[in-house]
C-alpha cells in the first residue's frame, strides 16, 4: 500500500527568505511519480512541481525545487524567494502505475508567509 | 470550460436527504477522479473514471456513495441517506489521457457538503 506523510502541519517563513517542507513515503512500486500540489483559500488544488521516481535529477519549476532521496523515501520541497502568494496549504502525493492511478496524499503542510 | 467546474459550490442537508454533487471536466479530458477531503487533512480518493467507464471503486466508504459518468463528460456523484460523517468538500479532477500515471490532475472548487 502506498502512503504519504507530512511530519509538519504548519510552517513560517518571512517573506524573500526560502523554506523547506519536508514529505516521506512508501511504495512497493518501482516506477511511480511524486508531486507537490498547492491549495490556497480557494481550495483548487493546482500543481507546484512533479518528480518521476526513475529520473534522479531533481525537478525545479522556477522558484520551486525539490529534494529526492529515492532510497530514503523523501520528497521534500524547497520555496525560494517566498512570496506572500506562496501562503497556502501543501499537500505531497504518491501515484503509481497500477492500483487504478489513484493519488495518495498526505496530510499536508500549511505554509504561513511574513511581510 | 476552461476548467474543471463543480456545482454546487455549497450544499448544505439535512441527515437522511439524498445530495447530488456534479463535476464538468476539462473538455476531451479522458479521465475523472472523485476525492473526499475532511476539515485539515488531505484529499481521499473515492472512484476513477476512464470515459464511462469506473475503472475503480474501492474508495467509496459504503454502499451510499454512488458515481457515474454515463457519456464519458459530465460526472454526478450521489450519497444517498446522509449522515454527519459525510461532511466534507467533495474535488473533481481530470487528466487528458487514460494510463498515464505521470499526467497531473487538473482540479476543480470542490463542493461543501454540511450535514445537518
Known amino acids: 500500500a502506498q502512503t504519504v506523510t507530512q511530519s509538519q502541519p504548519e510552517m513560517s517563513v518571512q517573506e524573500a527568505e526560502t523554506v523547506t517542507l519536508s514529505c516521506t513515503y512508501d511504495t512497493s512500486e518501482s516506477d511511480y511519480y511524486l508531486f507537490w500540489y498547492k491549495q490556497p483559500p480557494s481550495r483548487q488544488m493546482i500543481l507546484v512541481i512533479r518528480?518521476?521516481?526513475?529520473?534522479?535529477q531533481n525537478a525545479t519549476e522556477n522558484r520551486f525545487s525539490v529534494n529526492f532521496q529515492k532510497a530514503a523515501k523523501s520528497f521534500s520541497l524547497k520555496i525560494s524567494d517566498s512570496q506572500l502568494g506562496d501562503a497556502a496549504m501543501y499537500f505531497c502525493a504518491s501515484r503509481t502505475f497500477t492500483g487504478g492511478f489513484k493519488t495518495i496524499f498526505g496530510a499536508g503542510t500549511r505554509l504561513f508567509v511574513k511581510a | 470550460g476552461a476548467g474543471v467546474s463543480q456545482s454546487p459550490r455549497y450544499k448544505v442537508a439535512k441527515r437522511g436527504q439524498d445530495v447530488a454533487l456534479r463535476c464538468d471536466p476539462i473538455s476531451g479530458h479522458v479521465s475523472l477522479f472523485w476525492y473526499q477531503q475532511a476539515l485539515g487533512q488531505g484529499p481521499e480518493f473515492l472512484t476513477y473514471f476512464q470515459n464511462e467507464a469506473q475503472l475503480d471503486k474501492s474508495g467509496l466508504p459504503s454502499d451510499r456513495f454512488f458515481a457515474e459518468r454515463p457519456e464519458g463528460s459530465v460526472s454526478t456523484l450521489k450519497i444517498q441517506r446522509t449522515q454527519q460523517e459525510d461532511s466534507a468538500v467533495y474535488l473533481c479532477a481530470s487528466s487528458p489521457g487514460g494510463d498515464r500515471a505521470y499526467q497531473p490532475q487538473h482540479f476543480g472548487d470542490g463542493t461543501r457538503l454540511s450535514i445537518l
Open positions: 518528480q518521476e521516481a526513475y529520473k534522479q
